[in-house]
Structure formats: C-alpha cells, structure tokens
C-alpha cells in the first residue's frame, strides 16, 4: 500500500511541477490551461495548445525536457502499478490453492459458520486444544484480520451456500457449529448440512426462544440459547454460590478441569467391559455418567455398569486426561 502511495504522489507532483512550469514560461496562460497542457503533455493526446510556444523557445525547451521526464516517470509508474496489481492477484490465487489443498487433506475436522464474537471463542477453543476446523464467513476483511494472522484455515462465502459446505469438507468433517447473525440463516444452514451429511453433529445458536423448536425439526443436534443459558447459570450461580467459587478456581489454573461426552463407537476397546474394569480412574478421568442409546441414563452408574456400543460417557478430569481418553476412542475410530 505504501509503493502505490509512492507512485501516485509521484504522478501528483509531476503534474504539479508541470502546471507551475507552463505558467512560468506563460504567465498570460490560466491555472486551468497550465493544467490541461500538463496533463494532455504526459498523456501524450496532444488535442491543442492552450499556451503560447511559438517564438517562445524557453517553453518549447521546457516541454521537450518536461516530456522526456514525464514518460520515463509515467512508464516507470504504470510498471510498478501492473506489477503490483499482478502480484496481489498472483497471491491471493496461491493463496486460495493453499488453503483449499489443506482443507482437502482434512479429517474428521469441526467447521464453523460465523466468525463473530461467539465464532472466535470456538475457533479459539478449538485451537488450545489442538483440533483441526475451518472458518466460513462472508466478511473478507474481518477473515483476513481474524484468520490471516492466527494461520486459521477458512473460506469466504455465504455458510448457507451448499456449495460452500462442500468446498469445506462437510462430507468428512466431524461437526458443525453454526453462529451466524440471524435465526434464519442458522435454519438454512442446518438445513443445508443435514441434507449434505445425514450422520453430521450440528450445534447451532438460537436467538430466539421460539427457534429453538424449528432448528431441531430442522435438524440440529443441539441448540444452544445464550440468554437461557446464562440465565440459568446465574441462578445456579445464586443458589449454591460454592459452585461459582469452584468454577474461579479451575478457570484461574488455565482451565484444567474437563467435562466431555465421549462416544462409544463399535470398534472401542470399552466396550463389553464393566466400568470398574476399565483403567480410566487410573488415567485420571470419572464417568460420572452414562446415557445409553435407547435413552436410558446412569446417573451416577454403578461399578458394574457394561460398557454398550452407542453409549455416551460423560467423562470428567483434567483437560489433558480428556483429551487422552478422546483421542484413544477417535484412534479407534
């Protein structure tokens, strides 16, 4: 930005030095005429002449050397201008070919539609603990200001577009979070994504009480609601306050306590095997419960419990043992 600055100042003030220069040599001559004959000089038109150079030989000297400096400044600047323009170009193409290459290689990875304040705190999240995720959203300054220097891969588009969906690898990717601006839009998106990926986990935000029902016969698989959300934590907040007071302290250690459903598929080592028969205490985590998949829950579930293929643990420990026992069951995967 700062080169194309350059070039035009120096245009602007070639411009200025011939101006000032015509009526140097033809104090008769207006400001306007000084100006027309600079500018139709370096443009090489040549339509007529608004000063007088007939017997005048400083100004016929004066144009000779003023169009000699003036092309050679023109053509240098008109370069650089082209050069500048193409490479810009060049690098946004390579650019696109980069990200769409690594998005193509991607597995199992989270997409997210949006990237407003509720976007960048996933996208943030998802980054600490070393997932891999794309960001969709049509603004391309706020992709650059946010993406570009974060190295976060991303696509710019309209996330409702089921062509967009696809160029982010909706078909492989794990889950899909959708925090676009409008009930609306979050609608066609789960809408789109359920179409494109029958087994795909959808979390989506409701703005509005009265969404929360559409979104689910639409397809989510869970709607979140800030303001009931929130709502309903204050008020936990209120009545049992010790909560609170141990929710400050996991936060203030750099958020190392961890609560995750974990997803029982066929081929896991768990599965047939009673909970007590399982190492996971020793690994550091508590199942503190476990929903099956017909419905029923186990809250908490005994020693005895089975471990069933389609259960859900819900497993609680440090961030890290978490991470451990989620990254066992996706090897497994």
Known sequence: MRHVFSIVLLLVSLMLVGTVGFRVVDPSAGWIDCLYMSVITLATVGYRESIQVEGNPTAKLFIIVYIVCGLSVFTYSAYHLGQLIVSVEMRAILERRRMQNSISKLQNHYIV???????????????????????????EERLAEVCTERNWLHLEGDATDDRILENAGIARARSLASVLPTDADNVYVVLSARMLSPELQIIVRAGDEKAVTKL????????????????????????TPSIEDFLEIADSRGNELELADVSIEADSPFIGKQLQQTDLREKGVMVIGIRRADGERLMPPPGSAVIEEGDSLFAFG???????LIGLIDHHE
């Open 318 to 324: 440090s961030t890290e043992a978490v991470n451990r």
């Open 113 to 139: 539609c949006g990237l407003g304040r509720m976007g960048t705190i996933i996208c943030e999240t998802l980054q600490e603990r070393g997932k891999p995720f794309i960001v969709i959203d049509f603004d």
């Open 216 to 239: 689910q016969r639409a397809g989510a698989t869970r709607v979140i609601s800030p303001f009931s959300t929130g709502a309903q934590k204050m008020a936990r907040f209120m009545v």
